[in-house]
């Protein structure tokens, strides 16, 4: 056992850029496990500056100066931003109060309709429904005492989220204008023997800027073809059911499903088990399938596939290391786990 433990580290680490790769990921893993809180503002403009580098790269074909696009782009994109969260932000928050004011009355309601459900199925005891519903009500009392600490604590948040629209615009601004300086000087300052890690780079780098645009389109889309035919549909707090839709996409498979019951539970509380929840349902199943089958292949068609298992251990493993940037980074994080094991350095002549 121990000679093939030996032979096994000679094959794979033996080649000084595997050393050196082992490292290079060791350190930023690191880095981005205890610094990633202080880090958000920094992680917040990598993420709009791969959004934002594909028109700007187009700019450049067509004979533009750099620094001239970088301008344009990032004024229209502020731009955009700001009216669209005025236009979309007050009634959002109405919605959400809306829906906090209502909770109780949903909650005597669906205690109705469990309450009646012994009668039915006997195997369900009263006993169980009130546990069930004691919980709830537990629940939304913390969910409350939640909110209430949240809105005590605003000014803090206020003033954190200044410092982050004074920040992250600033920080967008330099690592497009002068990504090719700032690669060039962490270029500089990393080992000679480093061309696994280059290839890694280039290969990462191509599926990141890739997924981070189709996200942005992919949530964008979903979130207003949702809203549209909710709205349509006579959909009480579309906006908000339609936000959640759009947000399920960065988790795939799990997160249609855990929209799905509160579309499901809102159309039940304002229609009851008729017809027009049950058209709600299938216009709800008929966006999951498109996004599933159409938009997200289209978006997604020069990001590399992967196994839904894979993804959804991704989800599990990096969510739980790295909260909110672990999911939204799942699939390319499981795309640079993969890019790793097929490029990784190793002496093909040594046999286990």
Request: one cysteine or more.
């Amino acid at each position: 056992m121990l000679a093939m433990l030996r032979l096994w580290h000679r094959r794979y680490f033996s080649d000084p850029q595997a050393v050196i790769l082992t490292f290079l990921l060791l350190f930023f893993a690191l880095v981005l496990h205890f610094f990633g809180r202080m880090l958000t503002p920094l992680l917040t403009a990598i993420i709009i500056a791969y959004l934002l580098e594909g028109p700007i790269a187009w700019m450049e074909e067509q004979g533009i100066r750099r620094i001239i696009g970088v301008s344009l782009v990032l004024l229209l994109f502020f731009l955009l931003a700001f009216f669209g969260s005025f236009a979309v932000f007050p009634i959002l928050w109405n919605q959400i109060g809306d829906l906090l004011r209502e909770l109780p009355r949903y909650l005597t309601q669906g205690q109705q309709v469990l309450l009646a459900l012994p009668e039915r199925y006997p195997l369900i005891s009263e006993e169980q429904v009130r546990e069930v519903v004691t919980a709830a009500r537990i629940q939304v009392g913390n969910l409350g005492q939640h909110v209430l600490a949240i809105s005590l604590a605003s000014v803090a948040n206020i003033i954190t989220l200044l410092v982050y629209l004074v920040l992250v615009p600033f920080l967008v601004f330099f690592l497009l204008k002068d990504k090719k300086l700032i690669l060039g000087w962490i270029s500089l300052r990393l080992p000679r023997e480093r061309g696994a890690a280059q290839h890694l780079w280039r290969d990462l780098d191509l599926q990141m800027g890739n997924y981070v645009r189709g996200k942005f389109w992919e949530i964008l889309i979903v979130g207003a073809f949702t809203y549209v035919c909710f709205f349509l549909l006579g959909v009480e707090y579309a906006l908000l059911l339609a936000t959640l839709t759009g947000l399920s996409v960065l988790v795939p498979y799990v997160g249609a499903v855990v929209v799905t019951f509160p579309v499901a539970l809102l159309g039940y509380f304002q229609w009851g088990a008729g017809g027009e929840l049950f058209w709600l349902m299938v216009v709800y199943a008929v966006i999951q399938g498109l996004d599933g089958n159409v938009l997200n292949p289209l978006l997604f068609a020069k990001v590399v596939n992967l196994h839904p298992v894979a993804i959804i251990a991704a989800i599990l493993v990096f969510g739980g290391l790295w909260g909110f940037w672990g999911v939204f980074f799942a699939i390319p994080l499981a795309t640079l786990v993969n890019a790793v094991i097929i490029c990784w350095p190793r002496t093909p002549d040594l046999q286990v």
